[in-house]
C-alpha cells in the first residue's frame, strides 16, 4: 500500500503520520493516484502542494499543438518544454498534507487544523 496511496489517504485526517512520512521521504511512493478529490483543479494544487508535481504551468492543460505547435517534432521535444528537473512546490491549503508547511495558507475545509 504504501507504494501505490490514492486521494484517499491524501484527503483522511487519519492518515496524518502517513502523509507526513511521505512529505518527509521517509515513504517514496511509485505512483500516487490523487483518487477521492474532487476536481482536476484541486488534484493539481495537492499534488504541487506534495512536492509531487512536475509539470511547468506552461503546459497544464494544453495540447501539444499549444506547446511545441503543429507538425512533426524531434523525440523529447514535449517533454523539454513541459517536464521539470525539481517539483514545482506550492502552498495552497494549510489543512492538507504538504511537502513544506503552508501555516499562512487559508484551508480548503472549514474547521480543520493545520497539517503541520
Same mark, same amino acid.
Given at each position: 500500500?504504501?507504494?501505490?496511496?490514492?486521494?484517499?489517504?491524501?484527503?483522511?485526517?487519519?492518515?496524518?503520520?502517513?502523509?507526513?512520512?511521505?512529505? $518527509?521521504?521517509?515513504? !517514496?511512493?511509485?505512483? +500516487?493516484?490523487?483518487?477521492?478529490?474532487?476536481?482536476?483543479?484541486?488534484?493539481? $494544487?495537492?499534488?504541487?502542494?506534495?512536492?509531487?508535481?512536475? !509539470?511547468?504551468?506552461? %503546459?497544464?492543460?494544453?495540447?501539444?499543438?499549444?506547446?511545441?505547435?503543429?507538425?512533426?517534432?524531434?523525440?523529447?521535444?514535449? !517533454? #523539454?518544454? %513541459?517536464?521539470?528537473?525539481?517539483?514545482?512546490? !506550492? %502552498? +495552497?491549503?494549510?489543512? $492538507?498534507? #504538504?511537502?513544506?508547511?503552508?501555516?499562512?495558507?487559508?484551508?480548503?475545509?472549514?474547521? $480543520?487544523? #493545520?497539517?503541520?
Amino acid at each position: 500500500m504504501d507504494e501505490f496511496p490514492g486521494g484517499w489517504h491524501y484527503n483522511a485526517r487519519k492518515k496524518k503520520t502517513f502523509m507526513k512520512s511521505i512529505a $518527509k521521504g521517509e515513504i !517514496v511512493p511509485y505512483i +500516487f493516484h490523487m483518487s477521492w478529490t474532487e476536481n482536476k483543479d484541486n488534484k493539481i $494544487k495537492y499534488f504541487k502542494q506534495m512536492g509531487e508535481w512536475y !509539470v511547468g504551468d506552461q %503546459c497544464i492543460q494544453q495540447t501539444q499543438d499549444a506547446i511545441i505547435g503543429k507538425g512533426v517534432h524531434e523525440a523529447g521535444e514535449l !517533454v #523539454s518544454a %513541459c517536464c521539470l528537473a525539481e517539483p514545482n512546490i !506550492v %502552498c +495552497f491549503y494549510r489543512d $492538507k498534507p #504538504s511537502k513544506i508547511p503552508c501555516k499562512d495558507s487559508n484551508p480548503i475545509d472549514r474547521g $480543520k487544523p #493545520s497539517f503541520w
